[in-house]
């Protein structure tokens, strides 16, 4: 193993040794994780000024029995197990991403799409949506910022069916709008690289971007083996509840619902690409703001209830080094959450000096 500086730090690299918090009383990553960019991004957050890694990245270090079950034993390593638990998910994730990325390159080539491959991509990610809370955490906050069309798509697809899934929908169902989720932008394969990776101005919905539309219809008319729900998924998606969507303007109950689901996804996806230091909470707080104008207020109310359960017992990082437990998020404004520390209680709101910096759990 190697002793690396932060600044040095490159994707790719695996932890030879737990990194601890500044403290000691936390291990913020467990040996034999693959760091990538947003990792970086923690360490760098955390102060931490170097990293044990292993010399030969080509071969991940296990973990002995033993050490195993130590982690599975310390209540205080909770968090590390959580990380351990989601990090199969997480590799699920970036192997998707890849497969996705040479479905586009293909599409883009042959102007037709491989619904079969698609599918199997929709189900590897379907059978690894069962853990709902750790996988928040990694499609939300711990993966690499990344403006490629398969990443979004891909983050698109898993948080759509993970909405399903706390919804209660059937597994056909899910499985369904996984497949629309990867499938919603496939219309940009068509237009130039530099628009699609252009995430301001997809925010911005320019004319060039609105095109996608039409050209996804085009790409699947013929496709015998889309699901009707698949399909107004994808034409659908940029339709909103008040009717300032595109193409075709329809309001409220009028969108499909897939579509809706895929919408509220889209938005949180778009919102996090565009602003890279966002956090948990102001993402809360801005679905809050939505989900009575463009967004569907039920789907909203879902994915909010559930996220504000996950974050009420997450672990923080304040700007000053301390770690704070949430203990509570206000309704109307979870940007100001009530954090404890050891026997402290702060208040975000007579506090100003307190500053989330990052989540840890
Ligand atoms: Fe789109």
Redo the contacts with the bound molecule.
Sequence with gaps: MKKVAYADLQPGMIIAEAINSLNGKQILFPKGITLTNKAIHNIKNWDIPYVMVMEDASSPMEMSKEESEDLSLSPALLPTMLLEKSLNFSNTLQDSIGKVNDLFDNTRRSKSVDIREFNKVALQIFEHSIYPSEAVHRLLFSLPNDNSLAYHSVMVASLSGMLAQWMNWSAKDIKEIILAGLL??V??TQLPIEVIEDTDS?FMNPES?KT??LLAFKLLKGTKALSPNVLAAIVQ??EYMDGSGYPQQLSGDRIHIFARVVSVV?YLSTMIAASKNINPFMLLQSIKTEMFIKLDPEVCDVFTRRITDYLCSSIVNLKDGRQAKVVFLPNVNPIFPVLQVDDEFIDITRNKEVKIVGLLM
Excluded: E, F, P, R
Aim: proline letters at 0%; charged letters at 20%.
């Design positions: 919603h932008d219309g940009k997809a971007i996608h539309i998606h940029h889209n």
